[in-house]
């Protein structure tokens, strides 16, 4: 390209036609040198990108002029914006974490025995591809910890300091003398004192979640000064069981705490028996409330919800910077084996710190190989596609939508309306430039 | 109909999208015999059909070799039918008959001029065996274009008996009884339906079935070609409807957040799979293939299933698709396209496949003892019966931005209904904008 814009020499004196000559086949070897590559990038780069442009200004089937309907358009759709804001938030972070990712690997590696087993290890990702690599991640991020590794290893790490509660899916039958309390807790309706039989039904709980030892419910006959009772399964295997009524087949549930309450203090304690029977005893006179707290019915942890609205595009994220940590690793190491040594050797002699050299001598010479990681970075990250498009799940796609995405979605994925996406195009292209402009003048200046 | 495509999707949505545009591939060239009517003559059939389906095809194409001599070539095309056979017509070498999978691809078809109507002989089979319905479904601009050979019925609640025995309840017959019915299974301990919520076209389906038994088929083929808004009353009527199943966290496995991480097989394992973890899954007859298949479940005995229920008021819905068969204007060999669109249309060549398995046929005159197995058999009667009240399923009938596209219009804003179900005529009027949007393009 720079042979073009060379100047061609002055020009030449009349008469001097042989010179005259040699310069015009010069100039002719040197179009036919260039032009297959100016042809292909004319029809692979600059046609498109005009297309677009110009595509951009018709409506969807491409025969009506609209103007800046499209621009227009585009903004007023709330999901461009939720694209606008997620490629603000890949662009910012994603570089970024990357390039110190990699800054402090390759430092660290340095130090490291097997350096080279290392360096491999880390760029493997790299020779997976996207798709494949949304897969992989997909399926670490599955919500279900039995599929989604990641949420395995959280929940049992929960679990080790968290015991879960006995009856999870229990739920007291409605109308039957039970209220939920909003904290998950249950309390009788009505008061209950000394001398009264309760008997408190349950269902919800599979007939695997009740305890092998249970014995068919038997609510316990309280005496005077006792209040007793029975926390059972109200619910008969097969049908044909009464709500509300302890029938012969339907078993208690033990291990249940079950409380007394007294003006909204608990003034006792127990655990129901295999046959689900509890007995306050010695109590006073008075009107009670028997409370079943929340701690019986508390859900299992269900760990974190990676794939939610909230959480989608960090995730991402992270599968992007196991992509490419090894790349942003691999570059800066370049640059840091090619750093003067002698300068590092002095400020060590001088005294500094290892981390004074980091900080004073190392980063500020490695600033043009970190400035060109992160400009690759960001082009790179604007055009992020594959893995959005796999490891978001359906319902949150919108969530985690991005330009190119959006893009895709608006053209060809559904919308068919390639008007709008040639606009979408646009957008992201202008967004590009700067960042080209940036690295082909810092690539000019490097090589003057 | 997308039902294959969607299994397809649902199968793994990655794995499809690697390689469901590129699954062409070229079926084999069945052996003809010399002397008869089409001898010599290679009849090409192009359709979406791969795997078991493309087998069973084949034996119905076979069948046509027998009878008259013509050479069959069955071309699968994947996922996208439409630009397979449009860049098929373009190079020169389009097929000549065309198993059409959605009502939408058919009008393309048709509006592009690339159909030749069908004979005669096929109209008048049609006329006789047909339901009036699948004509208007095959019609284009006044012209029958389609003969629908092969049906799908999405009105069907799969179940565990294993599951309703241990409830001590038997399959409802109203909208509201399965409510009741789903109450008592979660009783026992073992929520009640498994709904794949991350897959938005279930939830599409869900919505379709409470909406036809409810505002009846004429409100349904308005609101299917957007004559009538989304906000009509009906609508909100109906996600109303559909809201009290959904809002209630016990009926559903998960809670409406573990539904909308269910995809189409994982709601089928929740209910078919080693370890149950619902009783119910409403999905169209091919939840029977997913149950039978992966999960080894005995169809009939171990996996059950009921027709959509009818919500008060209304009859029971019969939602469907099917796979059109269409002749090629640029086929070469018309007349043996057209003689095998005839022999399509017998109810002979229908028992071929449905003695196979994995087929429903719309034909009346088909003998209903030719189908392979009880449950298919049933399901082809709850189809027949249905006559003339059976509808398409009306998410395939819309703009693919509105009722078929991941992570958009109605399979994003019904997913969106399903998370929280509390306002029902604001989800009509985000569905609504969506649907004037997509129609509009």
């Known amino acids: 390209m720079t042979t073009l814009t060379t100047p061609v020499g002055a020009a030449p004196a009349r008469g001097a036609s042989p010179r005259r000559r040699a310069e015009r086949r010069r100039r002719i070897i040197a179009l036919a040198f260039v032009l297959p590559a100016l042809l292909l990038l004319g029809a692979l780069v600059v046609h498109p990108v005009l297309f677009s442009v110009g595509r951009s200004f018709f409506d969807a089937s491409g025969s009506r002029f609209v103007g800046?309907?499209?621009?227009?358009?585009?903004?007023?759709?709330?999901?461009?914006?939720?694209?606008?804001?997620?490629?603000?938030?890949?662009?910012?972070?994603a570089p970024t974490l990357l390039t110190g990712l990699g800054l402090i690997l390759a430092v660290l590696v340095e130090k490291v025995r097997w350096a080279t087993a290392f360096k491999l290890l880390l760029f493997m990702p790299m020779a997976v591809s996207f798709l494949a690599a949304g897969i992989i991640f997909r399926l670490a991020y599955e919500e279900d910890p039995d599929k989604g590794v990641l949420n395995a290893a959280v929940v049992g790490v929960h679990d080790a300091f968290k015991e879960s509660s006995s009856y999870p899916t229990a739920r007291a039958r409605e109308g039957q003398g039970l209220d939920r309390a909003p904290d998950g807790s249950y309390r009788t309706t009505g008061a209950v004192s000394p001398g009264d039989t309760v008997t408190l039904g349950f269902v919800g709980v599979p007939p695997a979640d009740v305890p092998a030892g249970a014995k068919p419910a038997a609510p316990v006959r309280a005496g005077a000064g006792e209040l007793g009772g029975a926390v059972y399964l109200d619910f008969t295997p097969g049908g044909g069981g009464r709500p509300g009524v302890v029938d012969a087949a339907e078993r208690g549930l033990p291990g249940m705490t079950v409380e007394?309450?007294?003006?909204?203090?608990?003034?006792?304690?127990?655990?129901?028996?295999?046959?689900?029977?509890?007995?306050?005893?010695?109590?006073?006179a008075g009107s009670y409330t028997v409370r079943l707290p929340a701690a019986n019915f508390a859900p299992p942890y269900e760990g974190v919800s990676w794939l939610g609205p909230a959480l989608v595009t960090p995730a991402i994220i992270g599968a992007y910077l196991w992509i490419w940590t090894g790349f942003a690793m691999v570059l800066i190491g370049a640059g840091l084996s090619s750093l003067p040594r002698d300068a590092l050797e002095a400020a060590r002699m001088d005294g500094a710190s290892e981390w004074q050299v980091f900080r004073r001598i190392t980063v500020p010479l490695l600033a043009p190989v970190l400035t060109v990681v992160f400009v690759t970075l960001v082009i790179n990250v604007m055009k992020v596609f594959d893995l959005i498009y796999i490891i978001a799940p359906g319902p949150v796609q919108e969530d985690a939508t991005v330009l190119a995405t959006q893009m895709w979605l608006v053209s060809f994925g559904g919308g068919n309306n390639q008007g709008l996406g040639s606009a979408l195009g646009v957008l992201l292209l202008l967004l590009v430039i700067p960042a080209m402009v940036f690295n082909v003048r810092r690539f000019r200046r490097s090589q003057s | 109909m997308m039902t294959r495509r969607r299994m397809t999707m649902a199968g793994c949505c990655a794995l499809a999208l690697a390689l469901g545009a590129t699954a062409c591939g070229g079926g084999p060239v069945s052996a003809g015999g010399g002397s008869k009517e089409f001898g010599g003559q290679t009849l090409s059939v192009a359709g979406v059909w791969s795997g078991a389906e493309q087998k069973n095809f084949q034996k119905v194409l076979d069948a046509f070799t027998e009878k008259t001599g013509a050479k069959t070539q069955y071309v699968s095309t994947g996922d996208n039918v439409s630009t397979?056979?449009?860049?098929?017509?373009?190079?020169?070498?389009?097929?000549?008959?065309?198993?059409?999978?959605?009502?939408?691809?058919?009008?393309?078809?048709?509006?592009?001029n690339w159909l030749t109507p069908l004979s005669a002989t096929t109209q008048k089979a049609v006329g006789a065996n047909y339901a009036p319905v699948w004509k208007e479904y095959g019609s284009v601009g006044g012209k029958l274009y389609g003969l629908y050979f092969k049906a799908a019925h999405k009105s069907t609640v799969w179940y565990s008996p294993e599951a309703f025995e241990q409830a001590g309840v038997k399959p409802p017959k109203t909208y509201e009884e399965m409510l009741r019915t789903a109450q008592a299974v979660s009783d026992s301990g073992l929520p009640a339906f498994a709904v794949a919520g991350e897959d938005g076209w279930t939830l599409t389906d869900w919505f379709e079935n409470v909406y036809l038994s409810q505002a009846g088929p004429e409100k349904y083929d308005r609101l299917a070609k957007h004559e009538i808004p989304w906000t009509d009353a009906t609508v909100v009527k109906a996600l109303t409807t559909l809201g009290k199943l959904f809002a209630d966290k016990k009926l559903i496995a998960g809670g409406q957040k573990g539904a909308l991480s269910t995809d189409f097989p994982g709601s089928v394992e929740k209910v078919f799979g080693p370890e149950p973890e619902a009783g119910m899954v409403y999905e169209g007859d091919f939840v029977a293939g997913v149950a039978k298949d992966q999960f080894g479940r005995k169809i009939g005995e171990e996996a059950r299933f009921f027709p959509f229920p009818a919500v008060t008021g209304g009859k029971a819905p019969v939602v469907s698709g099917g796979d059109a068969a269409v002749v090629l204007k640029d086929g070469r060999n018309q007349k043996a396209a057209t003689a095998f669109l005839e022999f399509l249309a017998t109810p002979e060549a229908a028992a071929v496949w449905a003695r196979a398995g994995g087929f429903l046929s719309p034909n009346k005159k088909l003998d209903l003892a030719s189908y392979g197995d009880d449950t298919l058999r049933e399901t082809a009667k709850s189809l027949i019966t249905a006559g003339d009240s059976v509808r398409f399923d009306m998410s395939d009938q819309a703009p693919a931005a509105f009722g078929g596209t991941k992570g958009m219009g109605e399979w994003k804003i019904l997913q969106d209904f399903l998370r929280d179900p509390s306002d029902p005529a604001a989800t009509a009027a985000r569905l609504e904008a969506a649907a004037a949007k997509a129609y509009k393009g």
């Open chain 1, 68 to 93: 800046g309907e499209n621009y227009a358009e585009m903004f007023r759709d709330p999901a461009t914006l939720t694209a606008i804001r997620n490629s603000a938030i890949w662009v910012v972070v």
């Open chain 1, 260 to 284: 007394a309450e007294r003006d909204g203090r608990a003034v006792a304690t127990a655990t129901t028996a295999a046959d689900g029977s509890f007995r306050f005893g010695e109590l006073a």
């Open chain 2, 84 to 112: 397979v056979v449009g860049s098929k017509i373009e190079g020169g070498n389009a097929p000549d008959v065309v198993m059409v999978p959605q009502v939408g691809v058919l009008q393309q078809f048709a509006k592009k």
